[in-house]
């Protein structure tokens, strides 16, 4: 999308919400700040500031006449926000997954222990908070916290579900909602809410990024799955070991006979990745998992009738085709 | 406490404090709501919920005429804030402890693993700071957000100094003013800022809350010091294994020679609690560390003086003074 007639703007957009986020995270202790320009370099695509930036423009000019649009700062401090949100799930999930690697760079966790790690993830989150109040909007801290309410309770709620083979589609949806779809869709909502968007043009937003953040979580569980059989026995084998369910076996477990449903257990008690792949291969789970990140992906662009056409618009469109267009 | 004439009209309001604490964690996730109950029960002293509600009865009239009261409501609101705040610390801490009990019931990390009580925390600073935005006043929020990246700080500055056998004075205080007294202070300031009291009123009582956090601490280690030796030797050698210096050690080990010094790092090499307790109570340190929290005592209570007299502000003097004259 480099080559995007929004792309210039955007970069320069997101420099700057670069620049908000290590200022926000300024800490008068020096361990602090070297903690997070450790952190920092975990940033990966902006998914989420690209969101609320995009939204924001596709939402202009939508309120009418009465609509007051927010100077450009104000997304960006907000995309911050939420990216700072997203970088405090990492943290606790590399503690949650006793992960050594994110990006190629060492862990918190494994650098400096699992307390630091724990309490960097608080500093975060207590960060984004603050920087979000600075916005002086109390509707839209109101909005964030309900965000992350919905979050942990989406992590706790896959925590108790570890090693339930019995997990249903309802529950997995569920799960992947708080932890992941939620905040997607509140960047949009409120990268709109920003923009002075009425609300019939927020909650349209709001549900075509909570339906992307979903396609995207299934696409990610599908992609773990195909392509290379090492990479594949790796990341499966940890899922496995887990008790992690994906949507392919919720799916493939959901649907099969006893004798196989038996079988594949035995094979997932056995830790046999590369075997229970082929299992749920065989069944068309995998498959079938990707069909709903796609018709997920279009019900997302549906949403998006609601606003007027525009070049911001067309690049929402062009991020959802990317969600199950991606091969990583 | 019990017999004082604002006891019958505090015991209502921490009723109304527990309430809100109750009502503002319902979850739509059942499990989140099982393990916020679970967490319900270390409530303890309502220490900060105390000092919001009484800051704010003591605040009360200091703005003259232009004073704008607010409902006894919002500081109950406030008061469930700080406290969830606190209760989120108190659960975060277990899993840097790896602590199994918690006011005699088992701990979150004890019960459902290490990753439930990470999650659990992070739900209840979001909570908390989502009930901290319906007060609807951006600047509570910026407030709350200061003190919490301060209590971060705090808690990393003191994981950084682990096993630091030359830790000074000056940064035993700076830890301790981030990760206890800020949050304390924050609930006296914020107290008196709802009753519409001016900022010089305000700040006294931040200082006020500041200084009896700083004292509670240091009673706190000196406590842990004295009394019966069994009891002495289990906390003092969870301390040593950790490598947590506390203020008596700071001190002894900062004054003493050479040779005792050299003797005492044996000791807390050999994790000889009994041993190191002698030396300490010998050098006279124990006994400086306890004078140094009479002397904040005293300090934060000269601090009221910028406060008309009242009832509130007599109980603020009873509560400062029971910080030092507590055996447990």
Known sequence: MTDHPLAPLLAERLESVGRIFEAALVSDVPVVNSLCRHVERYRGKMLRPTLVIVSGLAARGTGGGAQLEAPPERHDTLAAVVEMIHMATLVHD???????????????????????????????????????????????????????????????????????????????????????????????????????????????????????????QIQDDVLDLVGDQQVVGKTLGIDLRKGKLTLPMVMHLAQCDAVMRTRTLELIRHVDAVGVRDLMERSGAIERARQRAMSMVSSAKARLDALPDSVARGLLHLMADAVVDRSS
Not at 94 to 99: H, N, P, R
Not at 102 to 129: C, H, K, P, Q
């Open 94 to 216: 590399d503690v949650l997954d006793e992960a050594d690697l994110r990006r190629g760079g060492a862990t918190i966790n494994s650098l400096r222990g699992n307390e630091t790690a724990v309490m960097l993830g608080d500093y975060l989150i207590s960060s984004a908070f603050r920087l979000c109040s600075t916005l002086g909007d109390p509707g839209l801290n109101l909005a964030l916290g309900e965000t992350t309410n919905a979050l942990c309770a989406g992590e706790i709620l896959q925590l108790s579900h570890r090693g339930d083979m019995a997990l249903d589609e309802r529950t997995y949806f569920d799960i992947v909602r708080g932890k992941t779809a939620v905040l997607v869709g509140s960047s949009c909502r409120l990268g709109a809410l920003l923009s002075g968007a009425p609300e019939r043009v927020c909650a349209s937003l709001g549900a075509f990024g909570e339906e992307l953040g979903m396609a995207f």
